[in-house]
């Protein structure tokens, strides 16, 4: 069930009457069945895997704290193993089993191609994190199986994350949770402002993107270009956009999650980037692989090699494919250089007599970062490495054979969808700027009339412009499918 | 803020969102006045001025010429029709339109009793009909569930206007219409030979049929309140209804009150066509052929069944429709 469905909309109204009027235990068995509810609707059967990574984490947290057998890691192990495991079978065992035999040059005949079930890399790294965090003491195992399996299932999270932290969700289960009209109204705004960013912004960006994709031989460079720019674009508003409907609804809820996002795009490097970047799994796959392979204490050449290798599985995450591991790499890559090259940029800007605050420097770094940035979601978004390299080489070609025609009707837009999509920027693009400069959100429901105001614009916008019913061609979330 | 005030205005932003979209629902709604579905047409009749509502699929609007029989009798007559409308959707058009008329009969063109339960044209025929228990009830009855989105929210189906529409397509939207001159018929003015009589297929849903039988009988009831007289037609065509099909609705018509029956496309019926000037298709008559079956119709509605004239149509406004209907040619 998408958020931007009406299906979710009826779906959260009808929860919310009655989650307020149950009391405290009652409320948690609510939310339990509504979150299974909720994932079950994507695949009923996936209702059992859920159940059972639930079952197998929550008595392996349990048995290595209590000793049993005598063997405590052992059973962080096996819970480990089985939940990296079933994301295994289900993500990437097709994919190795291919390859492998490829590289021995021999076909793959024997393709499991299992149904890759909703959210699977989201949850079961929420729940790798837990076990991980019982092991090192950073919390201690769950004791209340419902309060734990509210925390793998949790609906609002489950389909695409963030990645939820035990040690952040368990302690607000701890009392039940009264109607704050002030929460609800907040919550409600932050899923509106998601929807229309989803709606109006990145459905119509996916439009140039899907058209120029589709066919990149048929296009200019220029347009190339701008339809690789368009899905950086794309892809950020569509993920922040189910970020911002995630947090909004768990705020409704009465809970709180992280935020994916701040304003990474007016960073001045990738490595800055990637501190405002999907934020959840950054910090996860910092906290449980980077700085278990030593971090950044163990020598230059072990911490770049470390960039590297959490890159890589970064990419892996995303998906099973050549095209993932790539992008992946080529982010750290870009971090490592971007270290190698720190001293002599440094000393390039002071020979060219260019103060470290300049705001043309700042601009300039930022577009170079967006630029890098551009080229590696290429791999992400492209079918193929071929397909990839082959709009690398035409964005490139730019600097050679110049733009080209630029047919923008080609796109697919017309020219009042066009227009209103540079318009519906602007209120997304300032609140990055706002928040990139540190400031928190504006407190819209302390006044009642400003917040409305928000609100219905906002509603007005999306039903007027969203790319939702006949004749429009709605996207799911670009990252339901990971 | 206290909560009284918070209340107010929660419902004002609420109010405001519904003003919005249901305004620019109706504004963006593409403009049709032909090929049926002329609600705002006929909301703009003077009250209680018509004698006589014609209902029905594209048999019915094709075939009547609401002029003609103005003309030969003085009875004002109008179509409500859409295209392969359905019989519940033609029954909620009749209720709707008896809120701002009070006609002394209705006629059903009766082939939709065996149309699917859901033809193509669901949307265009409800999405045009005012908001109301009616277009409610039609919609909840007689609506694919993949069309109550756009038909209970018209944004759902039509804010890619917003894009589209011409400014001057908005202004006719917003405009005040004025009344059809062909008073809901829609004007064909090829002409092809219709080719032999042949019976017309229908997939055999004897469920539908029943659940159409019982909006006949529905309507028959409402009738009967209203002291309306309903006739239920077939209309003259060469893709004839299954004879089975015809003596088994003939049978059932039979066993209703307050139903009267009559097949036009039985050959006793001479209506005087000429194969190379009076068909459209095999299924439809062009103005030439409808001219001739509401001359008829007209006869056959004074002589037949005793219907008058109300005498409060606008004169001027029945001469224009005349004269109108009367300037056309085949093929101009």
Redesign the interface.
Known sequence: MSFTS?RYLIFIAVFCVFYFLLPGKTQKFYLLFASYAFYMYAGPAFGALILAGTVVSYFCARFFEDGVLGRKRLWIAIGAVYTIGVLFVFKYLDFFCGTAMRVMGRSYAHQLALVLPVGISFFTFAVAGYLFDVESGKIKAERNFINFAVFVSFFPTIMAGPIGYARNFLPQLSAPKKYD?GRVQRGILRFTWGAAKKLVVADTLAIIVNTVYGDVSGFSNGLVLLAAAAYSLQIYFDFSAYTDMAVGTAEVLGFSVMENFRSPYLVTSVKEFWKKWHISLTSWLREYIYFPLGGSRRGKARTYFNVLVVFAVSGLWHGAAFTFIIWGLLNGVYQVAGELTKGARSRLRAFLRIPEDSRLLWLWRCAVTFALVTVAWVFFRAGSVSQAVLIIERMLSVFVSGFGVMDFASLGL????AV?LLLSLIPFVTEDIYIARGKQRPELEKR??GY??A??ML??LI????N?????NPQDFVYFKF | ?TRG??AA??A??VI??LV??YG?GYMLLPERDDYGCTWDTFLSEDRNSIDVIVSGSSLAYCDVIPAVIWEKTGITSYVMAGPEQTIPISYYYLREACRTQRPTALFLEATGMFYKQYQDYTKVNIGYMPWGLNRLRATFEAAESSEL??LL?P??????R???AAPSEIKARLLRDSPDRLAGYTLLNKAQDPGKTIYRKFAADDENYRRNLSYIKSLAKFCAGRDIDLYLYIAPTRKLIPEDMLQRLKQDAANIDGINFIDFSDPKFNFGFDDSADWYDSLHLNVSGAEKFSSFLAGYMSDDLGITAGGKGDVRLWQSRADYIARQEIGK
């Open positions: 009406f009209a017309m020219k009042r969808q209103v009642e009339l409305w105001a609100v219905v509603a007005v039903v007027s412009f969203g939702y019913g006949e004749g429009f | 803020m005030r918070s205005v929660t004002l932003a405001v969102f919005f979209s620019t989105p756009g929210f944004l759902y189906d039509y804010h890619s917003f894009f589209t």
